[in-house]
């Protein structure tokens, strides 16, 4: 920005459109009063050819032409002196070079136009209009010439430039009082904002910038601002929540962890230092868990779109868990192929933490279902035969770190985070994850869109 030009965005605007408008305005000005000479001079000069005839046909007749008295015309012979001027003219007593005749031998239709100048011996002084058009027709064994008069054009002509000049600055500063108004209006808003903004802190994020009820961009940027405002304080919320939660969860291991070695190290002689390390080593395993867990709830790196076969992903899964021979059978019933568009290793971590939260809570057997049938879903349901998942807590079990009633507790070192990293990776992966209705245990409905299905992915 110039030194000379405001750093105010109204005072720049306003004096941008002063500018902009007095130049519009004054060219529109020269602009039309050109048009209007034109016009008034075309139309003196048809004027003053119609008088010219009525006077070449008096002279051509001997009348009187019969001209009003402020005409202007004179009569050379065929020598080219005068023989005859306009009261008009001699009234002046102009110092003047008259036209010149007709040529000889010049037809009856022959004319001309020619410029004359005059300056009044009375008025040394005088300038205006000094110069005259002449029209010239032979009338008989004369020449005559007509003046063409401006007194019209020019009187019309000042009355046009007095109008204008009175009119386009006033025009001009009305012009710049409402681009005043109008940006002082605006710019109210965008002031409301910014003190609203201002404000805005870590402890104070539920303040919110007025809207104006206008539907201008100004309103867009306020309820952009809003909604940025409302993402900002959840994602707050959820950070303070997150780093209670963690906190809180790991409090537990570490305790138990710090507990064992201090006792051990208080006692060394009498230490089981394998029961020790045991110890010690599930802990170690539980904080790893949590934290590969909180890991993975907090990562935002995109998904691949590749291809994947599901059936194979909840087949293999099944087998792992089969092959362990301990604890609730788990028995896969898959339809191949079912393919869906993902990350290979956050659908496996998806399918392996809704088994492991049914082998956990079933009393003898876990059942997956596949159903493939419809090309655009891909239906995956874990079915356990535990003590099932009250209605009214079946959306809060996917929270973190949620403890429901002592049947569906933590146990076995389960980190309270797997429904919420099941929920999270089949959100990411376009699909639901739910909880429905089963004549015996839980039933979790896992949906993912079939490859047909699937656009890009968030």
Known sequence: MTRWWPASIRTGMVMATFLVCGSLFTLGWIGIRAFVDTRLSIQAEGLAGSKLTRLVDAVASDRDPQLSGDEMYVLLDRSGRVAKVSDEITRLRPQWTPPGPAPVGAPADWNTEVDVTLRSVEHPQWREFRTYTALGRVAGPYTAYLFVLPWDTQGTLKLFDDTMAFFVPLATVIAALAAWFALRRALRSV?????????????RLDRRVPVPRSRDEIAKLASTTNETLDRLERSHEQQERFVADASHELRSPLA?????????????????????????????????????DLLQLTGDRPLSTELVDLSDVVAEEAAV???????????????IPAMVRGELGQLERLLRNLIDNAVRHADSIVRVRMDARDPDVVKVEVLDDGPGIPVHERERVFDRFVRLDDARARDGGGSGLGLALARDIAVRHGGTLTIEDSAVGARFVLRLPGASGVGELP
């Open 191 to 203: 002031e409301a904002i910014r003190e609203e903004l201002s404000v805005v802190s870590g402890s």
């Open 321 to 335: 868990h089969s092959s362990l021979g301990v604890g609730p059978r788990v028995l896969a019933s898959v339809e």
């Open 256 to 292: 138990s962890l710090r507990t064992g070695l201090e006792v051990a190290l208080a006692h060394p002689g009498r230490a089981d230092w394998k029961s020790v390390a045991r110890r010690s080593l599930l802990d170690v395993d539980r904080l790893q868990r949590i934290t590969s």
